[in-house]
């Protein structure tokens, strides 16, 4: 390349519109930046060239900084690749993520390796404004489903506080009469208290559910998680007056109950809805298997099958049957993404004179957590 060349070539480094790194292969220290990289790495162009190529990008970066020039290297002129999810670091000391794309070809008499940079900032604050909208909507979803229940938890807390009411009365009266004995006032307690335990039982899952609170993985019983959502869904099944059949293994399952209870509720809520059109014999059936250390729970209903065009879009964000302001769509979504975070599957078949089942598919977990609170992570363990 002759000196006029040489100068159009810098020229036109210049003119760009995106931050250009040049990076000799030899000596793997940059020999130009353009006025677009001098911005972005705020590094000025007569100290730049001062630097290796790693003193630009953060250590995190350098094992694939060391892989491009390798590749460089080894490869002919004039090749062209790319990397994404690069931190560069800036002279200030703040990281900013960039992609690349790099060409190797001959400049100055030298093999040199030409960066291309893409600022992803813009990009980055986005996708994590559109987190922070999905788990805000998720919060919103689960809310929602909580309102849907509230009326059979309503009826299902007011059992127990008749039961704690009606002993309390008869109490009062043995009482105030003086006809009792130590064995009246405990046949009297132990209903008061079993009620009272059932429902702190319920306000703390609801509370529960209520909660954001980050994902913990833990080792429990996929039996005990279905038992402890019953909780709440028990009075609810009955004010549907749907019939629950329930029979699931004691396997374990690495899961946060809290997230897999808002699956389970969400598809047994969604079941109830669907039962609606059956005018008898309303069935829901909750069961279990274990195939090739998976276990698989599947919740069925005897309901109508959901047309062809619903099962296609049934995972889409914002899809929804329901009327406006019932249902923000993101109920069975949000399930899916939760067993892609447990990596496990959610699927469905639904077809006539069939019903339709939803099934969780989870690793089944042998090896044992900790010996008092079978996490695999928590601090008591040894």
Sequence with gaps: MNKHSR??????????????????????????????????????KDTVNQLTVYKLFSAKSHQQITALLEIARHQGSNIEFSESHLGLRRRAGRICPVSLAATRTQWRGRKVLIFTLNDLTGLENQAKERMALLEESARVSKLADIGRLAGGIAHELNNPLAILLGYAENLDYLLSENKYTKEDIRQNLEPMQSAGLRMAKIITKMLAMIRHESTQLVRLSLAQVVRECLIILEDVLKSYSITLECDVSEEFVRCDSTHVEQVITNIVTN??????????????????????????????????????????????????????????????????????????????????????????????????????????TCPCRG
Aim: charged share 20%.
């Design 7 to 44: 100068y159009d070539f810098e020229t036109l480094f210049a003119l760009v519109a995106v931050p250009i790194i040049v990076v000799d292969l030899t000596t793997e220290r940059v020999i130009f930046v353009n006025s677009r990289a001098e911005e972005i790495s705020g590094y000025p």
């Design 271 to 376: 079941a109830c809805n669907a039962l609606q059109n059956i005018k008898e014999n309303r069935k829901i059936v909750i069961k279990s298997k274990l195939t090739d250390n998976k276990i698989i729970l599947e919740i069925w209903n005897n309901g109508s099958p959901m047309p062809e065009d619903v099962q296609k879009k049934v995972f889409t964000p914002f899809f929804t049957t329901k009327d406006v302001g019932e249902g923000i769509g993101l109920g069975l979504y949000l399930c899916y993404n939760i067993m892609k975070a447990h990596s496990g599957e959610l699927t469905f078949t639904s077809a006539e004179n069939v019903g339709t089942s939803f099934s969780y598919l989870s690793q089944a977990s042998r090896r044992r957590g900790c010996a008092k609170c079978e996490s695999f």
